[in-house]
């Protein structure tokens, strides 16, 4: 007997699998690896959600994530001893 329960969980994490190989295929650095390691690098792949003005990480902050921007903009900030901070706009997509 079809148990739609355990069908969902899987059906649902194929979606999110596929939505993050389109990602990776669309980025020129990822996109010469292999199918195999795209696939790899996908599965890892999580979607957090920011607020604007929200911190996402600060300089200095040991490096132990890789972040792509899948909708809006980012504003890098980097500190600069003789004038403060310099503030610019990464992307916007």
């Known amino acids: 007997m079809y148990n739609g329960?355990?069908?969902l969980p899987s059906f649902c994490m194929a979606?999110?699998?596929?939505?993050n190989l389109k990602i990776l295929k669309?980025?020129?650095?990822?996109a010469s690896y292999s199918?195999?390691?795209?696939?790899?690098?996908?599965d890892k792949m999580l979607e957090t959600p920011y607020q604007k003005g929200e911190i996402i990480i600060h300089e200095g902050t040991?490096?132990?994530?890789?972040?792509?921007?899948?909708k809006?903009?980012?504003?890098?900030s980097k500190k600069n001893c003789r004038f403060g901070r310099r503030s610019f706009l990464l992307k916007y997509l």
């Open 5 to 7: 329960i355990d069908f």
């Open 15 to 19: 979606q999110h699998l596929q939505a």
């Open 26 to 30: 669309s980025i020129p650095f990822f």
């Open 35 to 42: 199918e195999e390691i795209q696939q790899m690098i996908a």
């Open 62 to 70: 040991a490096g132990r994530r890789l972040y792509v921007i899948k």
């Open 72 to 76: 809006g903009s980012v504003r890098v």
